[in-house]
């Protein structure tokens, strides 16, 4: 009996902070939550934190403009780290969508947890859109999920034809990443293409994200005798692989697609990776004005280079923000439907139903990572530029035309 | 055959590493029965303590012998007291019960280094500066050795000879070899079996420690949750040389790492990690006692 006595006023504290903590949470202000999911922490945690940089300057852009509002209502991006796991990116998308409210998604860059995410984006009604998820089955999820870089099909034709035609190259190997989606879909696309050209796949081998040694494969490669070897990984594995290829005797140049690009890259393989090619969005050595201006804007910002990532994060950011303002000149009522007030009714699916037609209609928009049109698939179709790695720094060496 | 001295090259390397890791198994278990789960995260502390005093002492900038040295011996050290207070704290407490309640304390370790380790540390991988550039060495026929392989076995070796003069030539050794037979009696003859058993983790740490170097060392690649798979792989390789044997852990980390490069070269590299249990699996089926182990019958 004591105990329940004594109980009783402690019973009565948490109440009355839970009822003031539910009173000052719930925000009364009306306004345009956008959600944001990426790695910001784990093995690849410089997609997740080029995005946000990417996003986050695309924002300050839209603050310097207009105040920081689309519409009427003042945007709020709100960002969710997944720790570089597909089921944390399947969490982190279904929080912000009941928790966050957001009513359009941005993310993710591997294609692994794009893939993992999508599902949940394209069941609530949300539009999410990928900046730089390359693999094709990413935007075949739904009519809700967008992307702003080209596909997988596209990079390994542009890596088969470079390899081929411009270094002249018939016998290549491939060595690819078995548990990531991006890794053995690139892989298969390369191959096809490479065989269609008149080379020849002299060797496959495999590994793991996360392994640390890879020398046993790379030994086996070497037996094969290739005349360069295909590595569509992430770059934190493809910088290790590069250095043991090199303490093996490997000579041949690497080449890779868009998951090497990091500034990590340089930094863990180091002399090992000169020589080496690999395709990309875009190339900081491009002197097209748009580029340049947000360069200097990114470098003001964050006092370094922004990589292809970060870029394509910009402009998936911008592209939202024109069509949330399209959608505002175009029927200021149905805009309406987007606030995190009207969240959960039949005015905000009646909004993101809209805001999907707008961007699905999106052509020839002037991003920094090159004019953005996007097809049928909710694909853009965008050239590709081959990087090579000179003397520890990445070089632009010419660009493949879709 | 180029390919396959090549591989075994690798393998060697590979395996002197998870030598040293299941050396620290081995011994603690021969001490005191404990199947001390937290070793393989000694080693990930070991690759940590081995990057900041890298840092500290600047070696990135200016690589020389005597500073990658000095990095390994710092390492070591900060292991070895990480050690001493693992077995104080977390041991001790438990020692007068059950050996189920030590293995669950030693879990629970476990796991606080790791989350200690995101927490401190952070998620993210850090590469480990190069503190010695490498080289390659041609062993004919075209196979090669790098320079860093050469101070990994050269290193192993080192150690685990030292390790062996400490047990076999030393009084302490010999107190060591003592409480392994028998806590009370060695207690008897005058030995202070706490000490003895701080020592021990002690001396485990430190292999521990210069293990975690030594693949930071090849494998720039450090993260708080690098030492799992390690540790596990480790620990198979001595169940496989005979848990509590030291010549047994050599052996059995060499077995192991031979034949993870194997598979992966030349079945497939998703069975890298499979082939550590399913040699468990056979050594358990055939050998329970391990390789050099003795099949001791306990009295019931």
């Known amino acids: 009996m004591t105990s329940r006595i004594r109980l009783r006023p402690a019973l009565g504290g948490v109440l009355a902070i839970t009822l003031l903590a539910l009173g000052c949470g719930g925000s009364t202000q009306d306004e345009l939550v956008i959600g944001e999911y990426g790695s910001l922490s784990g093995n690849d945690a410089t997609f997740g934190q080029s995005t946000k940089n990417g996003v986050e300057l695309a924002l300050d852009e839209l603050k310097a403009a207009k105040d920081g509002k689309i519409g009427g209502l003042r945007v709020r991006i709100v960002v969710e780290d997944d720790q570089g796991r597909p089921e944390e990116a399947a969490t982190a998308v279904q929080k912000l969508i009941n928790q966050d409210r957001v009513c359009a998604v941005l993310g993710e860059v591997a294609s692994s947890r794009s893939l993992a995410a999508a599902p949940i984006s394209q069941a609530a009604g949300v539009p999410m859109i990928s900046p730089s998820s390359t693999n094709p089955r990413v935007t075949q999820v739904g009519d809700y999920i967008f992307r702003m870089c080209f596909i997988d099909p596209f990079q390994g034709t542009v890596m088969a034809k470079f390899a081929a035609q411009n270094l002249g190259l018939k016998r290549v190997a491939i060595l690819k990443d078995v548990r990531n989606d991006y890794s053995v879909g690139l892989a298969q696309f390369y191959a096809d293409a490479f065989v269609k050209l008149g080379g020849q796949i002299v060797g496959e081998q495999a590994y793991s994200a996360g392994d640390q040694d890879f020398r046993a494969q790379l030994t086996n490669v070497k037996g094969k005798n290739p005349q360069a070897i295909f590595v569509p990984g992430y770059y934190t594995e493809v910088g290790l692989i590069a250095r043991q290829a090199r303490e093996l005797g490997i000579t041949v140049p690497l080449l890779g697609g868009d998951g090497w690009e990091s500034d990590q890259l340089l930094e863990i393989g180091g002399p090992a990776l000169n ?128 | 055959m180029a390919e396959f001295f090549q591989q075994l090259v690798n393998g060697i390397t590979w395996g002197s590493v998870y030598a040293l890791i299941a050396l620290g198994y081995t011994m603690v278990y021969g001490i005191l029965k404990l199947i001390n789960f937290a070793h393989g995260d000694v080693y990930m502390l070991g690759a940590f303590f081995a990057y900041y005093s890298a840092r500290w002492l600047g070696v990135a900038e200016h690589p020389t012998p005597l500073h990658a040295l000095g990095v390994l011996l710092l390492a070591m050290a900060g292991c070895a007291v990480v050690g001493i207070v693992i077995e104080r704290a977390a041991y001790k407490p438990v020692r ?163 034949a993870e490069v194997m598979v992966v070269g030349y079945l497939s590299p998703t069975y890298r990690d499979a082939i550590a249990f399913v040699l468990l699996i056979v050594i358990l089926l055939v050998r329970p006692a391990g390789i050099l182990g003795r099949n001791v019958a306990e009295k019931v």
């Open chain 2, 96 to 258: 007068r019960s059950s050996r189920l309640a030590a293995l669950i304390t030693a879990i629970g370790v476990s796991l606080l280094l790791e989350n200690a380790g995101i927490l401190i540390f952070g998620p993210d991988p850090k590469f480990f500066p190069q503190i010695i550039p490498s080289t390659n060495i041609a062993l004919g026929g075209g196979v090669t050795i790098s320079n860093q392989q050469v101070i990994i076995l050269v290193v192993s070796v080192v150690l685990m000879i030292g390790l062996r003069f400490i047990v076999l030539k030393t009084r302490v050794g010999k107190a060591m070899q003592a409480v392994s037979h028998n806590h009370t009696a060695a207690a008897l003859m005058g030995i202070s079996v706490d000490r003895i058993i701080t020592f021990t983790f002690m001396i485990g740490s430190m292999l521990a420690a210069a293990a975690g170097v030594l693949v930071a060392l090849q494998n720039p690649k450090i993260e708080p949750l690098m030492g799992i798979m390690p540790g596990l792989k480790a620990f198979v390789a001595a169940v496989l040389g005979g848990i509590g044997n030291i010549p047994g852990a050599v052996i059995g980390g060499l077995i192991m790492g031979i």
């Open chain 1, 275 to 402: 020589g080496c090619y690999y395709s990309n969005h875009f190339s900081v050595d491009n002197p097209d004005p748009r580029l340049q201006s947000f360069l200097k804007a990114y470098r003001a910002k964050y006092g370094a280079d922004p990589d292809a990532i970060g870029g394509l994060a910009y402009d998936a950011a911008n592209v939202l923000f024109l069509s949330m303002d399209k959608l505002a000149t175009e029927n200021a009522e149905t805009f309406k439907g987007l606030g995190s007030a009207a969240a959960g009714s039949d005015a905000r699916r009646a909004a993101t139903t809209r805001l999907r037609e707008i961007i699905a209609s999106t052509r020839d928009y002037p991003g920094v990572t090159g004019t953005i049109t996007l097809d049928a698939n909710r694909n853009a179709r965008k050239p590709a530029v081959v990087i090579e790695i000179k003397d520890g720094k990445k070089v632009y060496n010419t660009t493949i035309n879709p």
